[in-house]
């Protein structure tokens, strides 16, 4: 059972453009909910992270959208460059121990 | 720092062999865990530990076993190795646990072929 629903599978994107990926999750427990971001042969490290006190949180060019009410959260990457290319995993978390990521999004950000 | 290391990077195993997979961290986090990584299936937690001497399960832990002897070191152990267990592994740590954890430090993971 998939608890962290995430999409797209894949995300090709023009450099400066907007990169959207979406995650849905359905327990309402979940209070904690980072993107971590995977170049290939690497393992993932944390981007950005967010909790359920505030709608939205921003990093340089990142950013974090959380939609409590429709249990979604969003990334957005804004003016995408080539080297932001790499594979994105959201993930959430609640009263327990345990991250649950994700499948995972893989972007490539054309020149 | 080395940060979390992994043992070895890559694998090719015979169904029914065993193995154990070497996870070591120099940061003196108290949290570890091993998780697998398949196509379109995300990070799947296999198992954690909250400190030395405790282990507890994670979401596919069938098939593996772990130990965590010492504070630096968390051990994956495959007694009877199957194909399906064909993957690559991570493992993390953390400084503490969720809700308060910041974040997860990944090793560069250990690629296993289970023929």
């Known amino acids: 059972q998939q608890q962290v629903k995430q999409s797209p599978q894949s995300l090709i994107v023009q450099k400066g453009g907007i990169s959207i990926i979406n995650c849905a999750y359905e327990?309402?427990?979940?209070?904690?909910f980072p993107w971590y971001q995977q170049f290939p042969g690497k393992g993932p490290a944390l981007l950005i992270a967010i909790r359920p006190d505030v709608s939205e949180k921003k990093e340089g060019r990142f950013t974090i959208s959380f939609n409590k009410s429709a249990k979604q959260f969003s990334l957005h990457i804004m003016d995408s460059q080539p080297g932001d290319s790499a594979t994105y995993f959201c993930a959430a978390s609640g009263n327990t121990d345990k991250l649950i990521f994700g499948t995972g999004t893989r972007l490539q950000v054309f020149p | 720092n080395a940060g979390v290391t992994q043992t070895p990077k890559f694998r090719v195993l015979k169904t029914g062999q065993s193995m154990t997979l070497l996870c070591a961290q120099d940061m003196n986090h108290e949290y570890m865990y091993w998780y697998r990584q398949d196509p379109g299936m995300g990070l799947r937690l296999i198992h954690y530990?909250?400190?030395?001497?405790?282990?507890a399960k994670g979401e596919v832990p069938d098939g593996y076993n772990v130990s965590r002897l010492k504070k630096q070191n968390f051990l994956l152990g495959l007694e009877s190795a199957a194909p399906s267990q064909t993957s690559v592994y991570f493992c993390?740590?953390?400084?503490?646990?969720?809700?308060?954890?910041?974040?997860?430090?990944f090793g560069p993971g250990t690629r296993l072929l289970v023929l």
């Open positions: 530990s909250v400190g030395e001497g405790t282990t």
């Open positions: 327990n309402t427990a979940f209070d904690y």
């Open positions: 993390a740590s953390s400084k503490v646990g969720l809700p308060e954890q910041e974040t997860q430090y």
